[in-house]
């Protein structure tokens, strides 16, 4: 068996080199991080729900017309994806207040907003992704006004989406963070959905009780990380009650007739 050509490491995936010209494997670790990788752990299991609950969003959304990268999962830690040049800005929806919003402003965790908020953080470590305005994005170029345009119009959609789809499950969307990525055919590049959207990077409230099924375990030391994502896989109907995601992969591919 060949090596497989590692593109990037980030702090929980890294990226190898894809089958075809234009494509990647996006690999999930079960690695966490937090406060700027000041904050650093293992939740054992973490890689494969998310690469699972990723799956799972994306295919939705390409369901509703929405351009994504992800093309295929692979196996229990990966999935192909299309080759993207990644927009240096993270996009972050807000429904509630919580986070850096709740503590830079002052307002009280689990406020609803009166109405969504949508903000951007340049994505450079070394600065602690700063949050910037369209203004710093127009000026220093990290994207162009049409494109930024298409990025906030995309991730409201997403918002509305996944308020439902999570809705429905007993759970609100707090808050989330998108990443996109510029896809280049011929002389011309769009703008499509790309990263990973999982409990990683999103806060997830159980509507009863507002028991948080996301990283703020993590973040906060409130223990039972892999139980949060687990119960998030599994009222998306991706776990068989108490089921072990190891399981279900295995009876995933026996489906498939691997
Ligand atoms: N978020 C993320 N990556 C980051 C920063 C934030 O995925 O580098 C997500 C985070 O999980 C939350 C939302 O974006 O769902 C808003 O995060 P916030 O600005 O409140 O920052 P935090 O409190 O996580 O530092």
Known sequence: MTRRRQVYEGKAKILYEGPEPGTLIQYFKDDATAFNAQKKGTINGKGVLNNRISEHIFTLLGAIGMPHHFIRRLNMREQLIRQVEIVPIEVVVRNVAAGSLSKRLGIEEGTPLPRTIVEYYYKDDALGDPMVSDEHIAAFGWAGQEELHEM???????NDFMSGLFAGIGIRLVDFKLEFGRLY???????I???EISP???RLWDMTTNEKLDKDRFRRDLGGEVEAYQ???RRLGLLPEGGDPV??????RRGKGK
């Not at 906030?152 to 997403?158: E, G, K, L, S, T």
């Open 193 to 195: 959905l790309a990263d």
């Open 231 to 233: 119960e998030v896989a």
């Open 185 to 191: 055919e011929n002389d011309f590049s769009r703008i």
């Open 152 to 158: 906030a119009d995309m991730a409201i959609r997403v």
């Open 247 to 252: 399981v279900v992969d295995l009876e995933s």
């Open 200 to 202: 990683d990077g999103a």
